[in-house]
């Protein structure tokens, strides 16, 4: 769980997912969209991916890919994160992080 917890916080938007995960691909398109580029872990990429998957199943989430974080807390899954973006909720959310976003874009490109 340590290792999730510090990945999680590393970036102000963090989603854990899977390479095969439709959802995860739909989630982390839905940043992009809203300006965010988040950082993403793909568990099963990793060596300690089972156990960072358990860690997440023990952190609250209902299925463990997409875990999204934002600004180091659990925010939820698809189910969650969609119902928010839909309510109006999740932009407010991200304000932060797209500010940020075009930040660094603009110092990219000078």
């Known amino acids: 769980m340590d290792k999730v917890t510090r990945l999680a916080s590393e970036k102000g938007v963090v989603i854990f997912s899977k390479s095969s995960c439709c959802l995860c691909y739909a989630v982390n398109i839905l940043f992009h969209e809203l300006g965010v580029n988040p950082i993403l872990h793909e568990i099963d990429q990793d060596p ?26 659990l925010v939820g899954s698809t189910n969650e994160i969609m ?10 959310m991200l304000k932060p992080y797209i500010r940020l976003c075009a930040e660094i874009s603009t110092a990219v490109e000078e």
Do not use: D, W, Y
């Open 48 to 73: 300690e991916g089972r156990e960072m998957e358990k860690a997440l199943m023990r952190m609250g989430c209902n299925a463990p890919v997409p875990a999204v974080f934002i600004g180091g807390k």
């Open 83 to 92: 119902s928010m973006h839909l309510s109006g909720q999740l932009t407010p």
